[in-house]
């Protein structure tokens, strides 16, 4: 098994498009064609993770989060980035990350996860992102139209929701005229020809685009294939910032907080006055999710569970929902967990390990 077996499996959940712009998601050191040792899988990959790894014997670390931002301009280990970068070459260990394009995906992402340790129900992504769906027009003879949209199907095209293989077709009557190099499959050489053709329209995500157009061409009888492809505004509710969902029963609110803390394994929960009764609709995003308050506010959260707010940002609630700021390293320390069960769930004979190194660099007394 090699280091690009991996990120195909876990890029299958959460492709790279789905990243921030600002993110530096993928493969950060390393080389996709070595064969993998063991994959240890961890929040931050620091100089203890690799000293961790190497002891193992593994060579690929798994991480949500990237250990280079930004570029680097030198490389002497000056600082803890500089020293595992080096540590990591050293030692021909390769460091993954996957980071907010695990954020963003509904179905095995980030904030599903929190909301499994919550007992969410009715789940939905809080804010949608948009510029990430197509529309794929595309014309068969009527008699090839159902192995066309097959092919379709097959390739990840017609997903809405919780609906899949979702087309809309209408038939009309299609022409064309062969040149003397054509080879038509109906028709001849030379002489305009009709044929009763159906008007194939699928959605596809735009990452999907390439092996879609790839399975069209396969699946489709005709040498020249007639498709046009648009983009669309539509916001795409499986790919998003943050999640919002139900208890299924709803509970005072001081005892939200204590079931909070306990189940998120958090040492404490700074959050805003207690103003509600009851606490049924939360909003969760993991690490900082400061910007997507007002979202949760216009979504009816009662409570919203994230991390890194500002002291003048506990203000912003006023009195509209009760913010739960539970810390960063807490809002996604069950990411390790979630990633090693991406992994596990594709390959089941092979070493992967959770890191016995914890990363928060807070402490509390």
């Known amino acids: 098994m090699k280091v690009s077996d991996i990120i195909s499996c876990i890029e299958k959940v959460a492709p790279p498009s789905y990243q921030e712009s600002y993110d530096n998601s993928g493969l950060i050191v390393g080389n996709r064609n070595a064969e993998i040792t063991g994959v240890l899988v961890c929040l931050d990959s620091t100089e203890d993770v690799l000293d961790e790894a190497i002891s193992l014997g593994y060579n690929m670390i798994v991480a949500h989060h990237p250990i280079i931002f930004g570029g680097l301009k030198k490389i002497n280990g000056n600082n803890y980035v500089e020293r595992t970068i080096i540590k990591a070459i050293k030692n021909d260990i390769a460091i993954f990350a996957v980071h907010t394009n695990l954020d963003n995906v509904m179905r095995m992402g980030v904030n599903s ?106 699946a489709h009888p005709y040498e020249e294939v007639a498709y046009e492809i648009v983009s669309l505004d539509n916001s795409f509710n499986e790919i998003g910032s943050g999640l919002i969902g139900e208890l299924h029963e709803p509970l005072d609110s001081l005892s939200f907080l204590h079931s909070l803390k306990e189940k998120m394994n958090c040492e404490c929960v700074r959050h805003t006055e207690i103003h509600k009764k009851e606490i049924r609709k939360i909003a969760v995003c993991g690490g900082s999710g400061s910007f997507l308050l007002k979202q949760a506010i216009a979504a009816g959260a009662d409570v919203f569970v994230s991390a890194d707010f500002k002291y003048h940002e506990f203000f912003d609630a006023e009195k509209r929902i009760i913010i739960a700021d539970i810390g960063h390293f807490e809002t996604e320390q069950f990411t390790i967990e979630l990633i090693c069960e991406i992994i596990s769930q594709n390959f089941t004979t092979f070493a992967l390990r959770q890191s016995s190194v914890k990363t928060n660099p807070l402490n509390y007394l």
């Open 113 to 218: 996860k929190i909301a499994g340790k919550l007992g969410l129900q009715n789940c939905r992504i809080l804010s949608p992102k948009k510029g990430l769906l197509k529309k794929l027009y595309t014309y068969a003879p009527h008699a090839a139209a159902d192995q066309v949209r097959e092919a379709l199907f097959a390739a990840g095209a017609g997903d809405i929701g919780n609906y899949s293989e979702c087309s809309f077709s209408v038939e009309g009557i299609g022409t064309f005229k062969g040149s003397d190099e054509s080879n038509p499959v109906i028709g001849e050489r030379g002489i305009r020809h009709s044929e009763l053709e159906q008007k194939i329209e699928v959605i596809l995500p735009a990452y999907r685009e390439s092996a879609i157009i790839s399975a069209l061409f396969e």
